[in-house]
């Protein structure tokens, strides 16, 4: 079983930034496809960002890109969101998944994860 836990959520000026990050514990993590996800209210829950460390692939939305940076540290146990030029849009509740030997497309586009944080509030408002 792998347990993930995010941090960092907040509130934040249009145009500012935001870290948000993923404590992992567990076995075999090297084998998880790790994933950004989020959900405003009334909306479906959307894949933002996915990475997969054996082959260095990163999927981002089209509305994250040039903007949103994932990244996940060489112990494999922490997966970082960037945020910059936050928009008021980008305001829902973030969550981290993990899921087995998925491909960062297969994961961020359905979306699925085997395993889910318990999330954290993103809002950007003025």
């Known amino acids: 079983q792998v347990h993930l836990v995010e941090s960092g959520g907040g509130l934040v000026q249009p145009g500012g930034s935001l870290r948000l990050s993923c404590a992992l514990s567990?076995?075999?993590?090297?084998?998880?496809?790790i994933g950004w996800f989020r959900q405003a209210p009334g909306r479906e829950r959307e894949g933002v960002s996915c990475?997969?460390?054996?082959?260095?692939?990163?999927y981002y939305q089209d509305s994250v890109k040039g903007r949103f940076t994932i990244s996940r540290d060489n112990a494999g146990n922490m997966v970082y969101l960037q945020m910059d030029s936050l928009k008021p849009d980008d305001t829902a509740i973030y969550y981290c998944?993990?899921?087995?030997?998925?491909?960062?497309?297969?994961?961020?586009?359905?979306?699925?994860?085997?395993?889910w944080g318990q999330g954290t509030q993103v809002s950007v408002s003025s």
């Open positions: 998944a993990a899921a087995f030997m998925r491909t960062v497309e297969d994961m961020c586009v359905e979306p699925r994860g085997d395993y």
């Open positions: 990475v997969r460390s054996r082959d260095g692939s990163v």
């Open positions: 567990g076995p075999s993590l090297q084998y998880y496809t």
